[in-house]
């Protein structure tokens, strides 16, 4: 498993962010039973950063808390064995070519964010972070909120 997380905001948090997104990706892909190796991209920017890519990516011209990348395109949600066979015919794009890695997606999260909604709730930054990542998995195990009935079972599993 390989998790690369890159730092790009000048405001720190105060915690080790790293053992926390890592230990929540892990916990995340043996929930799922990610049959594969696979590989997770998080990026730590600033409310300007991430609002940036919302316009670009979604057309919305505001910062939020976390965004994803989702790099396998489910049928249903976690379901390796239905993309099975277009994972053997299409491996150049799903696979990562020099580890064999399942390139699971990407994940941006805002720091102002994480304090700000750690705030905002009444509990720690720890937790926040913990949950944004966890939520943020979920959509690239190809799970979504855009129903009651999707937001349910996304919301019971983060």
Same mark, same amino acid.
């Given at each position: 498993m390989t998790i690369n997380?890159?730092?790009?905001?000048?405001?720190?948090?105060?915690?080790?962010?790293?053992?926390?997104i890592t230990d929540v990706v892990n916990e995340a892909v043996d929930y799922e039973k990610c049959p594969y190796e696979a590989e997770v991209n998080v =990026?730590?920017?600033?409310s300007e950063s991430i609002h940036e890519i919302n316009k670009?990516?979604?057309?919305?011209?505001?910062? =939020?808390?976390?965004?994803?990348?989702? &790099?396998?395109n489910y049928v249903t949600?976690?379901? #390796?064995?239905?993309i099975?066979?277009?994972?053997?015919?299409?491996?150049?794009?799903? #696979?990562?070519p020099d580890t064999g890695e399942l390139l699971l997606g990407d994940i941006v999260l805002c720091v102002q964010k994480i304090k700000e909604?750690?705030?905002?709730?009444?509990?720690?930054?720890?937790?926040e972070l913990a949950f944004l990542t966890a939520h943020s998995?979920?959509?690239?195990? &190809?799970?979504?909120?855009? =129903?009651p009935e999707e937001?349910?079972?996304?919301?019971?599993?983060?």
């Open positions: 997380i890159e730092y790009e905001a000048d405001e720190k948090l105060d915690l080790d962010y790293e053992k926390i =990026t730590i920017v600033d670009e990516y979604r057309n919305i011209d505001s910062p =939020t808390d976390v965004l994803s990348f989702p &790099g396998v949600p976690s379901d #390796f064995d239905a099975e066979d277009e994972l053997e015919n299409n491996a150049e794009d799903y #696979f990562n909604q750690a705030d905002k709730y009444g509990h720690s930054e720890k937790r998995m979920m959509h690239l195990f &190809g799970y979504d909120h855009m =129903t937001s349910a079972v996304m919301e019971a599993k983060q």
